[in-house]
């Protein structure tokens, strides 16, 4: 236990100095943005991994991403309170959707499809207001940095990546944070219980839909957080890029693919998907459109067939032996 | 015409059938008795290749049969009505019987079977539109017996045919037996009722903790101290 | 307020019957392949579109006759979809529904590329013109009435085999009772196979339903996938009839809607609908008791 506490201790400082090693400003992007999907897979995970599948985390990263912007764009509202106004909204519609699943024992395929649905109409509204929104074509915040600004805090904007690389490694820490709290509370044993046996966990007094609901406000406000980060460091989103099937179900691929049983499988998922497109990226480029998706989901079917338990469980797996 | 010899099987690291050997002449009616656990389903599974034997050898008319796929050995002429019936509880009556002549060989015949059967069973004629799973057991057990014949079977497996019948309906159950016996039907019986089966065939074989302990003419188990003392506790 | 029942108000409500039947003949299909294997084609949509795709690229590309176009994509199609099972869903058939309903979603995105790259973004037309004829003020689109027409026909044939023929009944007995179907002489996966085939041959029906009305491109799956979900899970996964009859009940909601709105929020609404019926009756208004 020791060991492995001085060894994160080691990890953590390395991390926090790695931007002046000098790498450049490329992979400084590179490591935000796999340590904010790890965050997104991260928030994923604290529901999946307890039995709770959900096929639509799209519609709360996309209102977070949208709600933040718009309520920038059109009224002004600093994109953190906008923030706390797209974290009420996911919280309203995930207690929508959850608590008649769990009320009535809503699980397995059909969670599965209702929350793929969810995500789907989520575009369908965000496409369907083009003229707030602008559709299909996507939208990007107002720029607050003008005259040379390159801060602006109120706006949730920086020009420097040296910036968004702490908040994304805080938020991302935080992730962590949770994912043990979780973890750890009696919350989850009670949820171990249930996920293994739900009649059983309720005939001993868990309350048990009260639980899942409250497992999924969590992960769903921490994905829709992840949006808004998402929106405010690209300074662009489009419907496909955060919401809808697409990226529900990168979602989870991400977070087993590293191997969702582990705190940190969702953020190996997250590099290895990143170091995938971006290698696919170079060695394909642009040249042939949609030969990045057919590897990509050739590579997901593989992998649940032959690594089930994903990249950073199957070595740990590995290694107990 | 059924012969096992130096059967064993099991289920994983669990052994249930040590070495058994037996036979089934035709036109023979054999029981196999024994208590609960004893191994007698899973001898049954075993003929019919549900489960693969560990060891020895099962054949059917002489020919050696442990490489046949288990949905192969109905064309063998080995029919199984299994424990508990097992019946499709959402399928009618007649789709039931349907799937007894599910094979090629018995589509043919289908409409002359299914005569047959429902001369043997007239209430099954009655209720040929009904759900399987409303009826009730006896009739259930009806259902699943006509189902087996209806593939023109030369071996019928019946496992444990009386379980989970009112006393009542255990007798016409067994009076059953003797009715597809006078057809002239070659039949393996499973039973924990040793006083009815035994009244009702030719041979039987005691099965113990998975392994053949006694056989011979049933009269002679009938009569058997041993038996009387430890099943029929007299 | 008479003027809302209107006679555009009446269109709208026949082309929700119209398109009733083809989002029926798609239920049909992962309603059996759900009802029989267990799992979920997530990719269905996405078969059908591969299906647009290979009738398009059959008439319009090879210049062969419309009608060999429809039967080679049905082929085409049944044919994707035993190979589906075999190879993809077999391996994680034991494993966890999460594992299978991802290897599908795997497919899908495969499926979606393997258009992209064959043929582009770019949206195809079969370019046959199927006439509209009118009754009173409406407009009615023949393509959209032959649509209905064959789709109902399908699904009726398609019961008719379930019911009355040998291999139907098998497939209707397998997911009562797998484990004594080889008692019978069935082997369980040749059965899952052809059934497997049958939902990918309804697919491709689909296909050559849709490839009148519709332009070609290779994200149309998802116009048709997540609704067609929807409608199962609301008549009760694995439910044949009921998924029958959701679909027309989704359809009104989604061309009335549409007409009274915007298009897309014909869909939010149907999809706010499905949700009140979660609340109202959980396990699908037209399920019985499994």
New interface residues.
């Given amino acids: 236990m020791n060991r492995s506490r001085i060894l994160g201790g080691v990890g953590l400082a390395l991390l926090l100095a790695a931007p002046f090693a000098g790498f450049g400003t490329y992979p400084l992007h590179l490591a935000i943005m796999a340590l904010l999907w790890g965050f997104i897979y991260t928030s994923w995970s604290i529901m999946g991994r307890l039995g709770m599948?959900s096929?639509g985390h799209g519609a709360f990263l996309g209102i977070g991403a949208y709600g933040s912007v718009l309520f920038w764009n059109t009224a002004g509202v600093s994109p953190w309170i906008g923030a706390v106004g797209a974290i009420v909204l996911t919280l309203a519609l995930a207690v929508?959707?959850g608590w008649?699943?769990f009320?009535?024992?809503?699980v397995?395929?059909?969670f599965?499809?209702?929350t793929?649905?969810?995500s789907?109409?989520v575009r369908?509204?965000i496409?369907?207001m083009r003229d707030q929104t602008g559709g299909s074509l996507g939208i990007t915040p107002k720029s607050a940095l003008v005259d040379g600004a390159t801060v602006s805090v109120g706006a949730l904007q920086f020009s420097n990546k040296l910036v968004w690389f702490y908040i994304v490694v805080a938020c991302w820490l935080a992730a962590l944070w949770v994912w043990r709290w979780v973890d750890r509370s009696m919350d989850r044993l009670a949820l171990e219980a249930i996920s293994e046996e739900e009649d059983a966990a309720a005939s001993i007094g868990i309350d048990v839909s009260r639980t899942k609901l409250k497992v999924t406000m969590l992960s769903a406000a921490m994905t829709c957080i992840g949006g808004v980060l998402y929106a405010q460091y690209q300074l662009y989103v489009n419907p496909e890029t955060v919401s809808?099937?697409?990226i529900s179900?990168q979602m989870?691929?991400g977070a087993?693919a590293g191997g969702m049983f582990v705190m940190l499988g969702p953020t190996v998922g997250a590099v290895f998907l990143l170091a995938l497109s971006e290698t696919l990226r170079i060695a394909v480029g642009n040249t042939?459109?949609?030969?990045?998706?057919?590897i990509?989901?050739?590579?997901?079917?593989l992998?649940?067939?032959y690594l089930?338990k994903g990249i950073l469980g199957t070595l740990l797996a590995r290694l107990e032996r | 015409m059924l012969e096992l010899n130096g059967v064993s099987a099991g289920y994983g690291a669990f052994q249930a059938l040590f070495d058994v050997s037996l036979k089934v002449d035709a036109g023979e009616a054999v029981a196999v008795i024994g208590p609960n656990g004893a191994g007698k389903t899973t001898l049954l599974r075993v003929i019919s290749k549900l489960i693969e034997p560990s060891a020895g050898a099962l054949s059917m008319e002489g020919r050696r049969y442990n490489d046949v796929p288990a949905h192969e050995v109905i064309a063998l002429g080995i029919a199984q009505v299994p424990e508990g019936r097992r019946l499709f509880p959402r399928l009618s009556v007649e789709d039931n019987l349907k799937m007894g002549a599910y094979t090629p060989a018995a589509r043919s015949r289908h409409a002359e079977r299914l005569e047959f059967v429902y001369s043997l069973f007239p209430k099954m004629k009655e209720r040929r539109l009904q759900m399987a799973g409303t009826m009730s057991g006896g009739e259930q057990q009806m259902c699943a017996i006509g189902r087996a014949l209806m593939s023109g079977p030369k071996l019928l497996l019946l496992d444990e045919p009386s379980a989970g019948l009112a006393p009542v309906v255990v007798q016409s159950i067994f009076g059953l037996m003797r009715t597809i016996r006078e057809q002239g039907y070659t039949v393996l019986i499973v039973e924990q009722n040793i006083q009815q089966v035994l009244k009702v065939v030719d041979r039987a074989y005691l099965l113990e903790t998975g392994r053949i302990r006694q056989s011979g003419p049933a009269a002679e188990l009938l009569a058997s101290d041993e038996i009387r003392r430890a099943y029929l506790g007299v | 307020m008479s003027d809302f029942f209107d006679i555009f108000l009446l269109e709208a409500v026949i082309n929700g019957l119209l398109l009733g039947g083809l989002l029926a003949l798609l239920a049909l299909g992962l309603n059996l392949i759900?009802g029989v294997i267990d799992v979920?084609w997530?990719c269905y949509a996405e078969m059908m579109m591969i299906g647009m795709y290979t009738i398009w690229w059959l008439h319009v590309e090879q210049g062969w006759p419309l009608l060999a176009a429809f039967a080679a994509g049905i082929a085409t199609l049944a044919v994707l979809g035993a190979a589906l099972h075999q190879f993809?869903i077999r391996?994680?058939l034991a494993?966890?529904?999460?594992?299978q309903?991802?290897?599908t979603?795997?497919?899908?995105?495969?499926?979606?590329?393997?258009?992209?790259?064959a043929f582009?973004?770019e949206f195809r037309n079969l370019g046959v013109r199927l006439p509209t004829f009118a009754i009173g003020e409406m407009n009615l689109s023949l393509a959209r009435l032959i649509a209905f027409a064959v789709a109902l026909a399908a699904i009726g044939a398609t019961w008719l085999f379930l019911s009355r023929s040998y291999m139907g009944t098998a497939i209707r007995a397998i997911s009562q009772d797998r484990a004594i179907m080889p008692l019978m002489g069935v082997d369980p996966g040749r059965i899952y196979l052809t059934t497997s085939a049958i939902g990918g041959g309804l697919a491709g029906l689909a296909a050559c339903l849709l490839v009148l009305q519709y332009d070609i491109h290779?994200a149309i799956g998802?116009s048709f996938?997540?609704?067609t979900?929807?409608i199962?899970?609301m008549g009760g996964?694995g439910n044949l009839i009921g998924g029958f009859l959701a679909a027309f009940v989704f359809a009104q909601f989604i061309a009335v809607g549409g007409f009274m709105f915007?298009l897309?929020?014909g869909?939010?609404i149907a999809?706010v609908f499905?949700?009140a019926t979660?609340?109202w009756k959980?396990?699908g208004l037209f399920a019985k008791r499994r």
């Fill in positions: 599948v096929f929508l959707i008649p699943c009320r009535f024992r809503i397995g395929h059909y599965a499809l209702v793929l649905a969810l789907e109409v369908l509204v496409v369907a809808g099937i697409g179900l989870v691929f087993i042939i459109h949609g030969l990045d998706l057919l990509y989901g050739a590579l997901l079917v992998f649940i067939i089930p | 759900f979920v997530i993809i391996p994680v494993a966890e529904p999460i594992n309903l991802l290897v979603g795997g497919v899908l995105f495969f499926l979606q590329a393997v258009a992209t790259v582009g973004v290779p998802l996938g997540p609704i979900f929807l199962c899970v996964l915007q897309e929020w869909y939010v999809f499905f949700i979660m609340f959980p396990e």
